[in-house]
């Protein structure tokens, strides 16, 4: 009887998905316009703050701004040519890149390791949960104001402690290191909390059934929790590379324009920033963010193309 009945739910909601205006009852209008006013708030803002900048965007990569801010240029594709063989350009992307390779693997795997510790029942759980959650809540301000303290090569408290005179920051070397441990610091909390969500929907009898035939505790992470959290690792995933990929407020307040290692460290947006607001080409910055979106993108379309062969949705 459950059976018929789930698969009679979707036809009877393909009929009303093309049931015309006219045939719908009152009832159903009343219900559709409803529907509709509930969603118009979050259309509009869709429209306004994510297309519309988007599609404005496209447009200002054609022009180039006028001699003294004095309207803009229409320059055709020369703004592409100009980033496709631009080495900051690239050298810029290539640094986004490294980032995000730091970032998104870190920030995923221990946050897995503390959701499932976390998971358990035991004293104090909630107070360790808003412990590593609380860097997600503080102003990235502060964050970069602590952290630039703690690498300071003469007073810092990391080269206090381990007894070096490290450059933590401003050695091109590993500067880069430096800001994506800092952008796993801050991001962990938030993923930990998506995969408690994520481990809730596992049912208990799975373990249970592994712990009768002997499995310990890391087969079980293994062979149970992680594939069946597998589409929670996906979202996060996909969203961290996106986040990683646009990374500007750590790397602005962080390295300072004398820095000897800005230009190991700089990323896409940061760039597109000095063009757009310090050196007033609106135009060629644009352009930057239009390659970043397509990068983005290509990314995007591969990561979804393996959905289906590295989730698993029981």
């Known amino acids: ?22 045939k719908m009852t009152k009832g159903e209008k009343t219900e559709a316009k409803w529907g509709l006013a509930f969603v118009t708030p979050t259309i509009i803002g869709l429209l306004t703050l994510n297309f519309y900048p988007i599609v404005k965007t496209i447009y200002m990569s054609f022009f180039k701004t006028g001699d003294f801010g004095r309207g803009n240029t229409f320059v055709g594709l020369q703004n592409y040519k100009n ?3 631009s080495g900051e350009f690239w050298g810029s992307l290539f640094n986004t890149v490294k980032y995000a390779i730091i970032e998104v ?17 035991m004293r104090f759980r909630s107070g360790y949960r808003t412990i590593f959650f609380l860097p997600m809540v503080a102003a990235p301000a502060a964050v970069a104001m602590v952290w630039k303290w703690l ?3 003469q007073y ?22 430096a800001l994506g441990a800092v952008g796993v610091w801050s991001i962990i909390g938030y993923n930990m909390v998506l995969f408690l969500g994520g481990l809730q929907d596992i049912p208990r009898d799975y373990y ?46 962080m390295i300072d324009k004398t820095n000897a290692a800005l230009k190991n460290t700089q990323s896409v947006v940061y760039v597109f920033y000095q063009y757009v607001f310090t050196y007033d080409n609106k135009g060629y910055g644009a352009t930057m963010i239009v390659f970043l979106l397509i990068f983005i993108m290509l990314i995007t379309v591969v990561l979804q193309k393996l959905d ?7």
């Open 105 to 121: 693997p870190l920030s995923i795997a221990i946050a897995l390791v503390l959701a499932v510790l976390l998971n358990r029942k």
């Open 208 to 253: 249970e059934a592994a712990q009768i035939d002997g499995a310990s505790e890391l087969h079980q992470f293994f062979n149970i929790t992680v594939p069946l959290v597998s589409p929670t690792t996906f979202f996060i995933v996909q969203t961290r590379i996106i986040a990683a990929l646009q990374v500007f407020d750590l790397i602005y307040m």
């Open 83 to 85: 980033v496709i063989t």
């Open 308 to 314: 289906k062969k590295i989730v698993f949705y029981n």
């Open 156 to 177: 810092g408290l990391l080269n206090q402690l381990f007894h070096t005179d490290v450059s933590w920051i401003s050695d091109p070397k590993h500067a880069w290191i």
């Open 1 to 22: 009887m459950g059976t018929v009945m789930q698969m009679a739910v979707p036809k009877i909601n393909e009929r009303r998905g093309h049931m015309k205006w006219s």
């Open 151 to 153: 690498y300071n090569q």
